[in-house]
């Protein structure tokens, strides 16, 4: 080792990583490997429909469920407009409001307030200032910035405003989502400042490919933090967004130690070690195809040695086996009271 190296080693501190706040949203925390930078700002970019909205409020009533109370600025829909399209998805925003976990703040403009000369983001944020510190609040999201800040009228003004917000929350120390159309080719003042006060930027996005149209998710930046790297599928239903972090979860299922042997001829001992006698031949993400097609031979052979085999536990309904065991010429009997 020379010389230049040990003064490296000796100058050389322990890492200290990112401390991160947790969504809460299904997938998304393995893909960003533990949460959003707390008390930092991520940007959330995404065509209209692809769940912008959704996956800001739902940070924040996750957050809320989960005892940080935090503020949602809309500036786009009507405060009554996010909590029913929130009942639609089973979230009860007036519960954590009655709370004082939640709060959610219009933040639209209407455009002749603007002319008047009487708005500006700094009333607005004095508003949430005062509403943190009632709440102690720690999260904070203002959904479609774009659509206030194209009310002004030069770009100066948008970048004006943009720096006093960038400004406030770098000093407030919230961790927040700022969400917002993605960049086009040609790019406002808006866009080219947009990424840059971002520590984490995602990108939602939803296409169609021969005429399916899949959703996924990207991290594009990360500063400070590793992040799962590709795109992401995820889905809009009940409950809310979720995400696959296909690449990054682990197995965590262990297995069952108990083994039966195979029921069909040809089968080798390595497929009979496969075959668990638990549930967990496959996984629950494996199609429903390959589960009956593993499950399908040791059924009938069970039943004609009158063996209960717990392989039998099949989320396909009576008729449907009955139907498939026809088929095949096997004939199936009742061999306990839970089978056949
Ligand atoms: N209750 C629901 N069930 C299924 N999907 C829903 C539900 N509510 C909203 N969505 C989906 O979410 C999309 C709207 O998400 P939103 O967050 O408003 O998009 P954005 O803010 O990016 O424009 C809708 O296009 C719809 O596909
Ligand atoms: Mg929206």
Redesign the pocket.
Known sequence: MGMGEEKLQSERVQSVPLEKARTFIPGLDDILEGGLPRGRTTILH??????????A?EFVYRGALNGEAGIFVSC?ESVEQLRQ?AA??GWDLPAQERANQLFLLDGRIRPDTLASGDFSVKGLLAIVSGKRREMSAKQIAI??LEVMLRLFDTPRQVRSEMHALNDWLQEAGMTSIL?GRPPSRFSSPFEDFFDSMGDCVIR?DARVSEQVTTRRLRVTKYRGSGTGRNEYPYV???GGFRAAPISTVGLRHKPSRRRSRPASPGWTKSSAEAFAEARASCSPGCPARARQSWRAPSRPRCARAERPCSTWASRSRKPRWRAMSAARGWTCRRTSPRAA
């Open positions: 995404g065509a209209s429909g692809s769940g912008k909205t959704l996956v409020l786009e399209n639609t998805l959904d479609a969400t939602l809009i239903g009940e």
